[in-house]
């Protein structure tokens, strides 16, 4: 297995030795071994969610370290199973899902209700399941940008899940609605003693303005976040922040888009360095306290090991939590999965992977 620094490469020293001018490493609630007793305690989280949330830290590798290696296989919904499996058809089967996340040093396996369903006797005690209960699915002609409900709290409850997660399109038409329906899930998922996660993706066509695509601006993303905790999200997976300034974009001409300051772009987000841009996602994750975790993204070929290495980098040292990364991991030989999780996670363990 190659180093982390020649995954890497060019991009090492950059990664490896920046620290935060935004937000200072000690305005942050960092992840670690103690982070129930020390962070989430001060909550009014029901004492069965400590217990469950607990049970996530400390399984797999990364056990008791205090971060998180998840495996989600939700795309067979997503982006249609045939396009998802084709490269690997054994994950048509969702035992092999389970097995994957098991081999692979995993703290849980994130999937449909349908697929952990299926696992679940075999399966439930043996590594902790998030049930993820709404779906975009793109079956419908013309596609539309939607998420529907798949399950339920009670279903996921009943089945052996610690988690429940959902996703809400932030931007989109349908936000408002999505809103309205997750937080009362994460509200019964609580009082079933469950750890909710929430994927929190901007969606709206009016991102993407000459030429740039501020789907993933770290003032968008960010406010999202902070959206995403107001509900009582225990974790925020986002994507990893690739620019800046979407609101400033927005509010061009006779737009009155959002509101912004320009100390978000001066003081908050000095630069667009990743690990700034990333600790600004965290920050509005109420400065840590509600956990981030950043997306593996999609599958591209030769050049998935050094990507998958350098966004738990950025993770880790902006003050996340961990990586939830699928296509990266399913979409290979099973022997080759296990070794993608298990270099993402060695970013966790490896001591000189410092917070920034």
């Avoid at 998840?70 to 035992?95: R, W």
């Avoid at 996340?101 to 696992?119: F, Q």
């Avoid at 290979?332 to 060695?346: F, N, T």
Wanted: proline share 4%.
């Amino acid at each position: 297995m190659p180093s982390i620094e020649e995954l890497l490469g060019a991009h090492a020293k950059s990664l490896l030795s920046y620290e935060c001018k935004g937000f200072p490493r000690a305005s942050i609630h960092a992840p670690g071994p103690d982070f129930i007793s020390r962070v989430l305690v001060d909550s009014d989280r029901p004492v069965a969610v400590l217990r469950n949330f607990q049970a996530i830290l400390g399984h797999g590798r990364l056990a008791n370290t205090g971060y998180v290696s998840i495996l989600p296989v939700d795309q067979g919904i997503e982006h249609s199973a045939g396009a998802s499996f084709a490269k690997s058809p054994a994950y048509f089967d969702p035992m092999k899902i389970c097995e994957l996340a098991i081999e692979g040093g995993c703290n849980a396996v994130a999937s449909t209700l349908g697929v952990l369903g299926m696992c679940a006797r075999k399966h439930a005690h043996r590594i902790p399941f998030l049930v993820k209960l709404n779906h975009n699915e793109l079956l419908t002609y013309p596609n539309k940008f939607d998420q529907t409900r798949y399950g339920s709290v009670r279903q996921a409850f009943e089945m052996g899940a610690v988690a429940v997660g959902a996703t809400v399109y932030f931007g989109s038409d349908e936000s408002t609605r999505q809103i309205d329906e997750v937080s009362a899930w994460f509200e019964e998922a609580h009082a079933l003693g469950m750890v909710t996660v929430l994927w929190c993706y901007m969606r709206n066509n009016a991102f993407k303005k000459d030429g740039v695509d501020y789907h993933t601006a770290a003032d968008l993303t960010g406010q999202a976040n902070h959206l995403g905790v107001t509900i009582q999200a225990d974790i925020i997976k986002q994507k990893l922040a690739t620019n800046n300034h979407g609101y400033e974009a927005l509010n061009m001409g006779s737009s009155g888009y959002g509101k912004l300051d320009k100390r978000m772009y001066t003081d908050l987000t000095p630069g667009d360095h990743p690990i700034e841009l990333c600790r600004y996602q965290l920050a509005n994750c109420y400065m840590g306290r509600a956990p981030l975790i950043s997306s593996g993204g999609e599958s591209k070929g030769d050049s998935d090991m050094a990507d998958a290495v350098k966004t738990a980098v950025i993770n880790k040292r902006a003050g996340g939590m961990g990586l939830i990364s699928g296509r990266k991991a399913f979409q290979r030989p099973m022997k080759d999965g296990v070794a993608m999780l298990h270099a993402i996670q060695d970013v966790y363990l490896n001591r000189a992977v410092t917070i920034a």
